[in-house]
């Protein structure tokens, strides 16, 4: 498997406003001081769990999405192409934190609490999405770049989730 450079570079920089909208969140979590209204509005699934649990909240899938869109739109500026990069950031922040809700929603139904760690699961269920939605739309996604870089991801989020916990944003490491 032949990767080139130039391949992971344009990757990592379309998936880059994808990788903060994700940690964007706990951000306004915090700001809001937990009056936040949850994606699931407090309900329950059929396993009597809860459909996705307090830790997925609107105004957290809201503000991730503007700030991965932000960071797009700051991207583009730099390198010349607006449009180009807003979309790439609003495509991919929307469907980061839609993965990390459908990773969220397996975890329920394994009887997992909200927090929990799940190793792997909570590191790539956001960039998978992120990475196949940039696919979807035409851009240029290389299977073996997005590999890649999905080793670089989890060192990443292991790294920053750990400093979020110990700067008192999150209550557990994950
Ligand atoms: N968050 C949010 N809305 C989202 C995603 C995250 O409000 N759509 C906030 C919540 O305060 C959440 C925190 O960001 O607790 C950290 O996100 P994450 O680690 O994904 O959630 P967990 O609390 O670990 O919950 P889960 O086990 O469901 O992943
Ligand atoms: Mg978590």
Known sequence: ME???NDIITLFILVLP???SNAS???IAKLLNGRMHPIDFGRYFVDGRRILG?????EGLAFGVAVGTLVGAIIGLALGDISYYTLAGLIGSFAALLGDILGSFIKRRYGIERGACV??????D???LAVFALWLAGYPVKCSAAVLLGFFVIIAHVTTNYAAYRLDLKPRPC
């Open 54 to 58: 307090d830790g997925k909240t609107w």
């Open 25 to 27: 969140p706990v951000v």
């Open 3 to 5: 990767v080139a450079i």
């Open 18 to 20: 994808a990788l903060v």
């Open 119 to 124: 190793p792997i699961l909570d590191q790539l």
């Open 126 to 128: 956001f960039y998978t």
